[in-house]
């Protein structure tokens, strides 16, 4: 289980602790970007140890770039060594509907397709190539009851600056949605869900579109299409990747309305029905 400090993953530790006692084991990653970091791993290994829970924390190294993307990479790989170093069978995390409903929102607001709509599940895997399970059993909780959880038990969760700090997108949605009573957030939690839901579908439908309509070649990627555009367009961003490429689905759209071009060094042209797919030569000197 990854507890944090914070009232969400607090919260989460108290109530698997009623429900299953010594059945789970914590564990607590420390990015070491904040002073207080060590002092809240240090918090939860206290109160793991007041109620016989097995608690470890594990440091870890943030790559430069998007700090954000680069910290939740760094913590999922961290539990999955975790997990398979110590035989857990499964990683859970403090994720409720206020979660899902911020990230529908945020990506509703930057266009994305069904894939980026789509709300986390309650089971899932650990990013990043993992076989291990991930669950995330508070999905069809809010925030405040989650935090009164905690209130109750006599806890003081850690507070992370940076929750409130308007300069990241989520912390923005999340202000606007505290203070927009016409919203229904659970709601937007069950939309995020059913999304998931057409996103799995979808899934199965291109998989199904790449076994009966692809044909992979020496030096090209043939593709007769049979199914709709939205199945179409992942299947053509799947052969672009196959090949070498880093399509993003607004490129591949481009890509498919014009009836060919190059993307991501790959050059893909429409002929008579037919989708024919090769890397683009080398330039000469190259």
Do not use: K
Request: contains cysteine.
């Amino acid at each position: 289980m990854a507890v944090s400090g914070g009232p969400d993953s607090l919260a989460l530790l108290l109530l698997a602790h009623a429900a299953i006692p010594r059945n789970f084991a914590v564990a607590t990653v420390d990015h070491g970007m904040r002073a207080e970091s060590g002092a809240e791993a240090a918090m939860v290994a206290r109160i793991c140890a007041e109620r016989g829970i097995v608690h470890q924390t594990l440091p870890v190294t943030i790559a430069p770039g998007n700090i954000q993307d680069a910290a939740r990479s760094a913590r999922y790989n961290a539990l999955a060594e975790w997990a398979v170093r110590n035989g857990i069978g499964a990683i859970a995390t403090a994720h409720h509907a206020d979660d899902q409903a911020e990230t529908l929102v945020m990506r509703l607001n930057r266009a994305s397709g069904l894939a980026g709509l789509a709300g986390v599940r309650a089971r899932a895997l650990v990013p990043g190539g993992s076989s291990l399970p991930l669950l995330r059993p508070l999905l069809g909780c809010r925030r405040s009851e989650l935090g009164a959880v905690v209130a109750a038990a006599g806890l003081d969760p850690a507070l992370d600056s940076s929750n409130h700090d308007p300069r990241f997108d989520r912390v923005r949605v999340r202000q606007q949605l505290a203070g927009c009573d016409w919203l229904d957030v659970p709601a937007l939690a069950h939309s995020a869900s059913h999304l998931a839901d057409a996103a799995a579908a979808l899934d199965w439908a291109v998989e199904r579109e790449w076994t009966e309509a692809v044909t992979i070649g020496d030096d090209a990627i043939i593709y007769r299409p049979q199914a709709p555009r939205a199945i179409g367009l992942r299947v053509l961003a799947r052969a672009i990747a196959l090949l070498g490429g880093n399509p993003r689905g607004g490129e591949v759209a481009r890509l498919l309305d014009r009836a060919g071009g190059s993307l991501g060094g790959v050059v893909a042209r429409l002929d008579a029905g037919e989708w024919v797919l090769r890397r683009e030569p080398r330039r000469r000197g190259a």
